[in-house]
């Protein structure tokens, strides 16, 4: 028997005028960002929905199963459930032209019931979203998510970790502006 879904997160968008802190974990932590295809799926859906939706993107990191980011934006719910949409169909049809069978079983497994419209389940459900209501929260939001990766041992500087917008905030260009 297959897991259903434990509920719905408590956390909620509630004012489009504020950015809002971000995490949305891949399906049973599975590393599919390992893959740089994947990550490549990831950047130009993120880069989609800020110049088709004017999003704003204040920081993000992909990690290897999951991302953050802070944004901001009108119906910013709508617009993520959007781009986590896009992004699991695009991901499964990479997996599929690459025959990557072994991951496909993975995130068949790790679907939950509720999901009926789909094989397969990329992302967990949720955002988390956490609303940044000062400078100070922000300066903490973009430190935490730079220092993600070195913090998981990845790297020892956060300008070394590529999926990241730390060089944007160091004035060198980064994979999204």
Same mark, same amino acid.
């Given at each position: ?55 704003? +993107? ?16 009108? &119906?910013?719910?709508?617009? +993520?459930?959007?781009? #986590? ?10 997996? #599929? &032209? ?8 993975? +995130? ?27 400078? #100070? ?41």
């Amino acid at each position: 028997m297959k897991r259903a879904n434990k509920g719905r997160s408590r956390y909620k968008f509630h004012e489009d005028h504020y950015p809002y802190f971000i995490t949305s974990s891949t399906v049973e932590w599975y590393p599919l960002f390992m893959d740089t295809k994947i990550c490549e799926i990831i950047l130009d859906a993120l880069k989609y929905v800020q110049e088709e939706h004017d999003i704003t +993107l204040y920081g993000y990191v992909i990690m290897p199963n999951h991302i953050h980011m802070v944004v901001e934006g009108k &119906a910013l719910s709508a617009r +993520l459930r959007a781009f #986590k949409s896009y992004t699991a169909r695009s991901i499964i049809n990479y997996l #599929k &032209a690459n025959k990557k069978t072994r991951t496909l079983d993975q +995130l068949k497994a790790g679907k939950l019931d509720n999901h009926k419209d789909s094989e397969f389940q990329v992302w967990q459900e949720g955002f988390h979203p956490k609303q940044v209501s000062t400078q #100070k929260i922000m300066r903490q939001k973009i430190n935490y998510i730079h220092y993600n990766p070195v913090k998981s041992g990845f790297v020892s500087s956060p300008l070394y970790w590529r999926y990241s917008s730390a060089l944007n905030y160091e004035g060198e260009e980064g994979l999204i502006s």
